[in-house]
């Protein structure tokens, strides 16, 4: 019979001495969050100790839940890299369950007195609001049936109505801490709850608003660290390496951040016992990320998918799409980018490309395109109106959406290979249904009338245009020949531009 990881199972890595109490509610019981908070959490409990353990709540998947309920919630991170593979197990979760199995719970932990902060990495399509008016989706139907009652399923219901039993309960403190990829997440989610507790009717939401005002914060952070999926084949590698068998072990890069506002209601972690920098400059550190890098690495995805490459590393590596993305980072998303006090621009882009080219991590292009629609809302119209706005032209970001439009919306006859395939996304039946003709006809559905990338891209008729004809070019002569022409129209602007 295999030992399974557990608090008395030796392992060739101590596990640690569990929390005291638990202080925080985490939504979305994913692998970043397991290679990211809880590691920093951990790293807090050693330095300064508190009832700080972490009450991990799933959406919808049992698989981690009860893996983590069989071994007393232990897992390993483990940190990978060309050169080594190092271990840790945070240990910081107290108990674990499935939202959607028990949604009346996940509000009476966010009213319990005892927790002081509630956490999410629910992913940006996680937040159910419109991303061509940023606003709460009433129309959304889970989030329709959360206003009229009973159970929420919605992670900003969920919010909303542990902030209403929370209230009428005394209303102590609460931080409400947002941990994806959202520009201004805090004020974001704030946004969100607020317009859920309008929305309630006959003043029902009233008491939870003037609680909201008077003890309830939203800080904003900024998180970074690659966490690719976990396989069969990382699973028994971690297993060798443990002596034992770990059913929930998380691959993670050896770089990893954490910026945060430090507005907390009712205290918080040491997080800065692990690296954690506490800032007023966190908008800053999120334009870096979601631009810089996150608007590159999708760029990368959707070319090595569309190259039949099924990692980034392979991507990159590729002569074309390394010099593709060094031109979008440098000369389309860098000039739209404040940098944060302290931060050298130059030496963080040497350490993206490091960082993608990590060919032990093995990060998947089909898990980094997935969820484009909303991802790239987040990503390309701050940049894309900065270089109009500015006399210049985006090629390549437009080279972004033509090539996500043709991995997830590929025209008829068009095959975009099994990596492309592979990738999941909110909009997909919404941009193949009534099957466009052209390119032309496929970025304007994405663009003009499904508003993917806000209300403002939509009025932005040379975009329009320019996404439709490099679809068109890799429909017609292939990727290789789309991401030449769009690095040839950029080397030529940047030589004209004084």
């Not at 028990?102 to 996680?126: H, K, Q």
């Not at 800080?219 to 034992?244: K, Y």
């Not at 963080?348 to 060919?359: C, K, P, T, V």
């Not at 987040?378 to 080279?399: K, M, S, Y």
Request: charged share 20%.
């Amino acid at each position: 019979m295999t030992a399974h990881l557990s608090r008395h199972t030796p392992t060739s890595v101590a596990a640690p001495t569990p929390p005291v109490a638990a202080g925080i509610v985490h939504l979305g019981l994913g692998s970043f969050h397991r290679a990211h908070q809880a590691v920093y959490t951990a790293a807090a409990l050693r330095a300064a100790g508190g009832d700080w353990g972490i009450v991990g709540v799933a959406s919808r998947s049992r698989r981690i839940v009860d893996a983590l309920h069989a071994q007393d919630h232990l897992y390993a991170v483990a940190t990978i890299s060309p050169e080594d593979t190092s271990l840790e197990i945070p240990g910081v979760h107290t108990d674990s369950y499935v939202a959607a199995a028990d949604p009346a719970r996940v509000v009476a932990d966010l009213a319990d007195p005892r927790i002081r902060i509630a956490t999410l990495t629910v992913t940006e399509n996680g937040y159910s609001y419109s991303p061509s008016t940023q606003r709460l989706d009433v129309g959304d139907p889970v989030i329709a049936a959360d206003l009229r009652g009973g159970d929420p399923r919605s992670t900003i219901g969920q919010l909303a109505r542990g902030l209403q039993r929370r209230a009428a309960a005394g209303g102590e403190p609460l931080s409400i801490l947002s941990c994806d990829n959202l520009l201004s997440n805090g004020s974001h989610t704030e946004k969100l709850v607020r317009a859920f507790l309008q929305e309630l009717p006959d003043a029902e939401g009233a008491d939870a608003l003037a609680y909201l005002d008077r003890a309830v914060s939203f800080p904003s952070s900024m998180v970074d660290r690659i966490v690719p999926s976990t396989t069969p084949e990382f699973t028994d590698r971690v297993a060798a390496l443990l002596g034992v068998r770990d059913d929930a072990p998380v691959p993670a890069e050896p770089f990893t951040m954490w910026a945060i506002e430090d507005h907390f209601a009712g205290g918080r972690p040491a997080w800065e016992a692990g690296g954690a920098v506490f800032t007023d400059e966190v908008g800053a550190y999120e334009q870096l990320k979601v631009r810089l890098l996150n608007g590159t690495h999708s760029l990368i995805a959707y070319l090595g998918a569309l190259r039949g490459v099924p990692t980034i590393p392979d991507a990159i590596a590729l002569a074309d799409i390394e010099a593709a993305a060094a031109a979008v980072l440098r000369h389309e998303y860098e000039p739209s980018v404040t940098a944060p006090a302290g931060v050298d621009v130059e030496q963080y882009e040497r350490e993206l490309f490091a960082r993608w080219g990590n060919s032990a991590l093995g990060h998947r292009t089909s898990q980094v395109g997935s969820d484009g629609s909303v991802k790239l809302g987040q990503r390309i119209p701050g940049p894309v109106v900065h270089a109009l706005d500015n006399g210049e032209f985006p090629h390549l970001i437009a080279l972004t959406v033509a090539a996500y439009l043709a991995c997830v919306a590929p025209p008829a006859g068009f095959d975009p290979g099994p990596h492309a395939a592979a990738m999941t996304d909110p909009a997909r039946e919404r941009l193949t249904a009534g099957a466009p003709r052209g390119g032309r006809d496929l970025a304007a559905r994405a663009i003009v009338d499904l508003h993917l990338f806000g209300e403002d891209l939509a009025h932005r008729t040379a975009f329009v245009d320019r996404v439709g004809d490099l679809l068109d070019t890799i429909v017609q002569r292939g990727v290789d020949s789309a991401i030449a022409d769009a690095l040839a129209a950029s080397r030529a602007l940047a030589t004209t531009t004084p």
